[in-house]
């Protein structure tokens, strides 16, 4: 037989994003962090990069930024 008690238990909660890019940072006690955005990119086989991966993120304003220096832009679609 187990018995089970109530604990707390501490755990690392984000609290705080920086945009990479310029720096702009969100503080949000709501933990909403939509503004910026996680960008994971993992280079493949034959990249000058292979095995790395890159995590950054990136606010609304970075984003649209890099996005209008494509010469064909990025492919939208909706999720949910
Ligand atoms: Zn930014």
Do not use: H
Not at 11 to 18: F, G, K, P, S
Request: glycine share 6%.
């Amino acid at each position: 037989m187990k018995e089970y008690a109530k604990v707390l238990e501490e755990v690392d909660a984000e609290c705080r994003r920086v945009c990479n890019r310029c720096g702009k940072e969100i503080v949000n006690e709501t933990l909403n962090f939509d503004m910026i955005t996680e960008v994971k990119v993992v280079f493949g086989w034959g990249s000058n990069k292979d095995g790395q991966r890159w995590d950054f993120d990136l606010c609304d304003d970075c984003l649209d930024d890099m996005a209008s220096g494509f010469m064909f832009p990025p492919t939208v679609s909706r999720y949910m």
